[in-house]
């Protein structure tokens, strides 16, 4: 079992930055690909960006190209998300998941093992 912690959530102005860190507890994160989810109000959870489990190789969503960045430690067991240039839609509860698949095609939820409870985002305009 893999329990993962979602950290590093907050309020901030349109244009602001925030990193959200996702550590884990009862199993190296170094076997998995890593990967963040977001669910706005209202909306279904939808794909941020992966990482695969030697973080070489990554994958965003079109919204947040060029504005989020995820990276991991696997030394410290932590993965994170770097998200400068935040926008008002990117306001959204934000799920760190880990996947014991392969690929940087894999954005559905059914493809991930392991959940954390989640973060609050919200960006203020």
């Known amino acids: 079992q893999v329990q993962l912690h979602e950290s590093g959530g907050g309020v901030v102005q349109a244009g602001g930055s925030l990193r959200l860190s996702c550590d884990a507890s009862g199993r190296t994160l170094s076997s998995y690909a890593m990967g963040w989810f977001r669910q706005a109000a209202g909306k279904e959870r939808e794909f941020v960006a992966r990482i695969n489990w030697s973080g070489d190789m990554t994958s965003y969503t079109d919204s947040v190209k060029g504005r989020f960045t995820i990276s991991r430690d696997n030394a410290v067991n932590t993965v994170y998300l770097q998200m400068n240039s935040l926008k008002p839609e990117d306001t959204a509860v934000y799920y760190c998941?880990?996947?014991?698949?392969?690929?940087?095609?894999?954005?559905?939820?059914?493809?991930?093992?392991?959940w954390g409870q989640g973060t609050q985002v919200t960006v203020s305009s």
């Open positions: 998941t880990a996947d014991r698949g392969y690929g940087l095609g894999r954005n559905k939820e059914s493809q991930y093992n392991y």
